[in-house]
């Protein structure tokens, strides 16, 4: 079982900037893809951004593409997602997940371990 533990929520004002952490404590093996997902309530579970094992390849989704970074340090099992100009419509809980594949996935179905979630609001 793969642990997951973000970190980096929080209150910005909109424009404002935050930067989440995923660790994987433990954790051995750094070929698998993660990626960041976030959600509302009554909504379903939205992708953000993903990236593969070496940091070669990464993706994000339209809303937040040019705003938002995603980075990995295999050496410390840790992914991070910056994020910048950040709207009040980004407010949500921001997952960390992790497959057991090095492929990219897009979907939430395609990941096998999650975070617990860290909760991000902007005010306008």
């Known amino acids: 079982q793969v642990q997951l533990v973000e970190s980096g929520g929080g209150l910005v004002q909109a424009g404002g900037s935050l930067r989440l952490s995923c660790a994987a404590p433990g954790r051995t093996s750094s070929n698998s893809a993660m990626g960041w997902f976030r959600q509302t309530p009554g909504k379903e579970r939205e992708f953000v951004s993903v990236i593969n094992w070496n940091g070669g390849n990464t993706g994000y989704a339209d809303s937040v593409k040019g705003r938002f970074t995603i980075s990995r340090d295999n050496a410390k099992n840790t992914v991070y997602l910056q994020m910048n100009s950040l709207k009040p419509e980004d407010t949500a809980v921001y997952y960390c997940?992790?497959?057991?594949?090095?492929?990219?996935?897009?979907?939430?179905?395609?990941?096998?371990?999650w975070g617990q979630g860290t909760q991000v609001t902007v005010s306008s």
């Open positions: 997940a992790a497959r057991r594949t090095f492929e990219l996935g897009y979907e939430a179905h395609e990941y096998d371990y």
